[in-house]
């Protein structure tokens, strides 16, 4: 099926009865170079200049990849210079507040796009997106601590179970490994961080869904933002002063907040048509809260 050419792009036809002229009678001239002129025939009135036609920019937010270089940089300082940055891992709260935002904007703008979101190619993107890196990391990270052998092959075939399920975090938590511990060598700890990532992805899409079946804009807000809430107030509760805090750390029930700050700033933002943008108001609060 030949594609129907647009008006721009298309072949214009000679009016009946016209007769072509002696330029545009040659074979190998085509109608576009033959010289037109902009001045419209005696007694026709001017029309009207053709709109400008704005190409949409990517949404491609490029400030957050300052984000994350300097969410890389503290955590980097935090795990080979303690001391000089000793809460350098919030870092890791800052992916969780941007992974938060670009996922839930790509659910949102799908709904909105298609009028469903399909779970399925969510899933299989996010798979082939974290998958392919994980194989070769697992492969030669488990064939080097076997050519090293001693501490670092201690309790391995655990490590290995929670980072191939995205569990790692849950199964630390089971074996009362620390985080916070020198002693306790772990060759995937951080991995850690991506298994609450995944578990966020498995489950958010599907309480995504339930929200958006309410109607107000601002009752789908405040019920994300009670989810973040939620998630460090129950962190707050099961945080034990001079306690080992790997549990609060580790689970993805207390450590879920920064998803939910993002994908509350995601709503925001993604308001719907008609609804005043609430974002110049609130961003000194924002700013305050951050």
Same mark, same amino acid.
């Given at each position: 099926?030949?594609? $129907? &050419?647009?008006?721009? +792009?298309? /072949?214009?036809?000679?009016?009946?009865?016209? !007769?072509?002229? #002696?330029? =545009?009678?040659? @074979?190998?001239?085509?109608?576009?170079?033959?010289?037109?002129?902009? $001045? &419209?025939?005696?007694? +026709?009135? /001017?029309?009207?200049?053709?709109?400008?036609? !704005?190409?949409? #920019?990517? =949404?491609?937010? @490029?400030?957050?990849?300052?984000?994350?270089?300097?969410?890389?940089?503290?955590?980097?300082?935090?795990?080979?210079?303690?001391?000089?940055?000793?809460?350098?891992?919030?870092?890791?709260?800052?992916?969780?507040?941007?992974?938060?935002?670009?996922?839930?904007?790509?659910?949102?703008?799908?709904?909105?796009?298609?009028?469903?979101?399909?779970?399925?190619?969510?899933?299989?993107?996010?798979?082939?997106?974290?998958?392919?890196?994980?194989?070769?990391?697992?492969?030669?990270?488990?064939?080097?601590?076997?050519?090293?052998?001693?501490?670092?092959?201690?309790?391995?075939?655990?490590?290995?179970?929670?980072?191939?399920?995205?569990?790692?975090?849950?199964?630390?938590?089971?074996?009362?490994?620390?985080?916070?511990?020198?002693?306790?060598?772990?060759?995937?700890?951080?991995?850690?961080?991506?298994?609450?990532?995944?578990?966020?992805?498995?489950?958010?899409?599907?309480?995504?869904?339930?929200?958006?079946?309410?109607?107000?804009?601002?009752?789908?807000?405040?019920?994300?933002?009670?989810?973040?809430?939620?998630?460090?107030?129950?962190?707050?509760?099961?945080?034990?002063?001079?306690?080992?805090?790997?549990?609060?750390?580790?689970?993805?029930?207390?450590?879920?907040?920064?998803?939910?700050?993002?994908?509350?700033?995601?709503?925001?933002?993604?308001?719907?048509?008609?609804?005043?943008?609430?974002?110049?108001?609130?961003?000194?609060?924002?700013?305050?809260?951050?």
């Amino acid at each position: 099926m030949k594609p $129907t &050419p647009t008006p721009e +792009t298309g /072949p214009v036809s000679a009016p009946a009865g016209a !007769t072509p002229s #002696r330029e =545009g009678s040659s @074979s190998d001239t085509s109608p576009s170079d033959v010289p037109r002129s902009d $001045t &419209p025939p005696s007694g +026709t009135p /001017p029309t009207a200049p053709s709109p400008v036609v !704005t190409v949409p #920019r990517s =949404g491609r937010l @490029s400030g957050l990849d300052g984000l994350r270089a300097i969410a890389v940089v503290a955590v980097v300082i935090y795990h080979f210079f303690p001391d000089a940055l000793p809460g350098g891992f919030i870092g890791v709260d800052v992916f969780f507040v941007i992974s938060g935002f670009l996922i839930t904007g790509l659910l949102v703008s799908e709904r909105t796009r298609t009028g469903r979101i399909s779970l399925r190619h969510f899933w299989q993107r996010r798979a082939r997106r974290l998958v392919p890196p994980l194989v070769p990391l697992l492969l030669l990270s488990c064939t080097a601590a076997w050519l090293i052998g001693g501490d670092v092959l201690v309790g391995l075939g655990a490590q290995l179970l929670g980072a191939v399920t995205f569990g790692y975090n849950w199964i630390s938590i089971a074996g009362d490994a620390s985080y916070f511990a020198a002693d306790q060598p772990e060759l995937f700890r951080n991995l850690w961080s991506l298994a609450v990532e995944e578990q966020f992805y498995v489950i958010w899409p599907l309480l995504l869904l339930a929200i958006l079946l309410i109607r107000r804009p601002r009752a789908r807000l405040a019920g994300v933002a009670l989810l973040a809430v939620a998630s460090m107030v129950w962190m707050g509760v099961l945080y034990s002063p001079g306690a080992d805090p790997t549990r609060v750390y580790y689970g993805s029930d207390t450590h879920s907040f920064g998803l939910f700050v993002g994908a509350t700033l995601a709503l925001l933002l993604r308001r719907p048509a008609g609804l005043r943008n609430e974002l110049p108001r609130l961003r000194p609060w924002l700013g305050l809260a951050a």
